[in-house]
Structure formats: C-alpha cells, structure tokens
C-alpha cells in the first residue's frame, strides 16, 4: 500500500509506490518529483512487485534527518519486497517454501534537503526470508511523539506479517522465535543485534529473562497482516491497522508504553463477562487482533463480531478492563491480564 509521509524539516510530503519508485511533493502539490528509485541497478535489490500484496512496503524518516551533525542526520529506511535472494537472510520461516525476501535498508543523503537522493549505496539493517507471496511487510515508523533524549527516542517500528498462505499454516503468529506475525522495535543506530547492523532496546518486553532462542526485536505479538499504525497524540497509545483474507480493517488498541506483549494471548470477553480466547490457526472477526477464533460466545449464542473500527467508551485500570464498542452497536470489553 503506498505511504503519504510529511517531512517536516525539509518541507516536503513524501509519496511511494509499490512498484519502487519515491516521489518528493511540495505542500503545495505543484511540485512532484522522483526522489529515490530502488530499482535503479546499482542499488542491486530489485523490488518484487508481481501479484497481490508484494513491493515497496513502507519507509521512515529518521526523526534527526536534517539535522545536520546529528547520528541520525540524512538516514532513511525502506522496507520492500524483493527478488534479490542470493545473501541469507536473518530471519527464516518455521517451514518450507521461499518466494521471495523481504529487506530493510538504511539510507544516508548527503544533503537531506536536495531534490533527489545524493548519498550512495544503502546499508542492509536484516533481512526475511519469505514462504508465500502473501501477507509482507506493514508499515515502518518513528513515534512521533518521542522526544530527544528519551528512551523511546529514535527507535524503528517494523510491522511483520505472518508470512503468508492462509491461516498462519507455520504457527508463525503466536511463536517467539519467529520474527513473522509480530510488530518489530529496533534502534537503527545501535549494534546490539545478533548481525550487528542494528540495536535491540533493553526495554523490549522479550529481551529479559527470555529463552535464548527468542526473538528479542519483538514489541508485540500475534498480528496477521499490519498494514498501518500511529500513535494517539493524547494518550501515545499505539493504534493499528491490519485486514486479513477478506480485505476488511480492524483496530488494535492494547499496543501502549506498558505493553501486555502476547497480543494475540490476551483474555477477552463479551458484556454479561464470558471470556474467549486465542487460537493460532484462524484469524477472521476477532476486533483487536489476529490469530483469534472466528466466534465468540455471545448473550445470544456464538455469533460473529463484527468487522470495523472500535470505540472506547470506558476505561477500568483497577480491574483492567476496557470496554469497546463496534460501529454496529456491538459492546466488548478488553481484558489485560495483568491488570
């Protein structure tokens, strides 16, 4: 899906399409202009675009991009689809098959306010290896709302679908030792990581106590296709969009600061208090995440809960209860298990 991004220091909106291409456009839109073409061949990572789903992902301005002296100063990511499979990759699925890869580059202009990439050869940060052709990348970004200096500050958001198919046939969803199903959070900048090309925050909900063999970029887990998420200017809750087979979009709003990581384990009920949980292998109607059963048990019997955005209308911390309700009138409250 194609990205409209605002550039605040350089003063430009920025465009990609799914093909390769990333376009600069003036605020006043008179002025659009190629800024970036991964398939140009001395990049050497030519975009899968062919068939449903596959391409130029997503991409993220690092938020110091022009400020010139700064680590972060020029440097850009890109998140795509591609045919180039010849290095091994980082990550790898839990099964066979391999379409395609999946990459995230860095890359430094020399000057952040030109009218085109200046820099030179992007920095590959990891990359996927992929079963399907289906179900890629989501969105990458920086939360906004970080300021310099703080821990958040300057950390990249990945999301990481399941991998594709139908069903999440590979258990990736609900499996810590795969980066598939999952919202990723890296530093770009630090080193830490099991390549060395990136950092992996301490404050990652997995990288304490956890198994050797865990992923310890996962910020949260459980998620099926996360095309789309940004934070609440408010609250600095984290919202975000995904669809699954049937094309249809679905919020998640239990992704905050004090994360309850498993997403796709939490405990949810309907109003008269019955409680449903997750199963791995089927992911359609459930209104906050995926890898949950299709029905749940209702006041009126096992129905379906419908698709669509969810609105808060109350908030319990004591109890840890939110309840929601669906556009179609449709009342459930959210359930943290950890109060």
């Given at each position: 899906?194609?990205?409209?991004?605002?550039e605040?220091?350089?003063?430009?909106?920025?465009?990609?399409?799914?093909?390769?291409?990333?376009?600069?456009?003036?605020?006043?839109?008179?002025?659009?202009?190629?800024?970036?073409?991964?398939?140009?061949?001395?990049?050497?990572?030519?975009?899968?675009?062919?068939?449903?789903e596959?391409?130029?992902?997503s991409?993220?301005?690092?938020?110091?991009?022009?400020?010139?002296?700064?680590?972060?100063?020029?440097?850009?990511?890109?998140?795509?689809?591609?045919?180039?499979?010849?290095?091994?990759?980082?990550?790898?699925?839990?099964?066979?098959?391999?379409?395609?890869?999946?990459?995230?580059?860095?890359?430094?202009?020399?000057?952040?306010?030109?009218?085109?990439?200046?820099?030179?050869?992007?920095?590959?940060?990891?990359?996927?290896?992929?079963?399907?052709?289906?179900?890629?990348?989501?969105?990458?970004?920086?939360?906004?709302?970080?300021?310099?200096?703080?821990?958040?500050?300057?950390?990249?958001?990945?999301?990481?679908?399941?991998?594709?198919?139908?069903?999440?046939?590979?258990?990736?969803?609900?499996?810590?030792?795969?980066?598939?199903?999952?919202?990723?959070?890296?530093?770009?900048?630090?080193?830490?990581?099991?390549?060395?090309?990136?950092?992996?925050?301490d404050?990652?909900?997995?990288?304490?106590?956890?198994?050797?063999?865990?992923?310890?970029?996962?910020?949260?887990?459980g998620?099926?296709?996360?095309?789309?998420?940004?934070?609440?200017?408010?609250?600095?809750?984290?919202?975000?969009?995904?669809?699954?087979?049937?094309?249809?979009?679905?919020?998640?709003?239990?992704?905050?600061?004090?994360?309850?990581?498993?997403l796709?384990?939490?405990?949810?009920?309907?109003?008269?208090?019955?409680?449903?949980?997750?199963?791995?292998?089927?992911?359609?109607?459930?209104?906050?995440?995926?890898?949950?059963?299709?029905?749940?048990?209702?006041?009126?019997?096992f129905?379906?809960?419908?698709?669509?955005?969810?609105?808060?209308?109350?908030?319990?911390?004591?109890?840890?209860?939110?309840?929601?309700?669906?556009?179609?009138?449709?009342?459930?409250?959210?359930?943290?298990?950890?109060g």
């Amino acid at each position: 899906m194609d990205l409209l991004l605002d550039e605040p220091g350089s003063r430009r909106l920025f465009v990609n399409t799914m093909q390769g291409l990333l376009y600069a456009v003036s605020y006043d839109g008179k002025t659009v202009k190629p800024y970036l073409d991964l398939n140009d061949p001395k990049w050497a990572h030519p975009v899968q675009f062919t068939g449903r789903e596959r391409g130029f992902q997503s991409f993220a301005f690092h938020p110091q991009f022009t400020e010139a002296g700064a680590p972060g100063a020029g440097k850009f990511y890109t998140y795509f689809d591609t045919t180039d499979m010849t290095p091994t990759a980082d990550f790898v699925p839990l099964g066979s098959g391999h379409t395609h890869d999946e990459i995230l580059l860095e890359w430094t202009a020399k000057d952040p306010k030109a009218p085109a990439y200046d820099g030179g050869a992007p920095r590959e940060l990891f990359r996927i290896a992929h079963p399907f052709p289906n179900h890629n990348g989501g969105e990458i970004a920086f939360n906004p709302l970080a300021r310099p200096g703080s821990a958040e500050f300057g950390l990249l958001y990945i999301g990481s679908a399941d991998g594709g198919s139908a069903g999440d046939p590979y258990n990736h969803a609900q499996n810590l030792k795969s980066v598939f199903g999952k919202i990723l959070r890296i530093d770009p900048l630090g080193r830490n990581s099991a390549n060395g090309k990136y950092g992996i925050p301490d404050s990652n909900p997995f990288v304490t106590g956890a198994k050797p063999e865990t992923v310890k970029e996962i910020y949260a887990v459980g998620v099926r296709n996360p095309q789309r998420f940004s934070w609440d200017s408010k609250s600095g809750t984290l919202y975000l969009g995904t669809y699954d087979s049937s094309t249809y979009w679905r919020t998640l709003p239990q992704i905050t600061s004090r994360l309850q990581p498993l997403l796709g384990a939490d405990l949810y009920r309907t109003q008269d208090g019955r409680y449903f949980s997750p199963v791995t292998m089927n992911g359609f109607g459930d209104p906050f995440s995926f890898g949950f059963r299709n029905f749940v048990d209702t006041p009126g019997g096992f129905g379906k809960v419908p698709h669509g955005p969810q609105y808060v209308l109350s908030r319990d911390p004591e109890r840890g209860v939110t309840r929601f309700r669906t556009p179609r009138g449709v009342e459930v409250d959210y359930v943290d298990p950890e109060g």
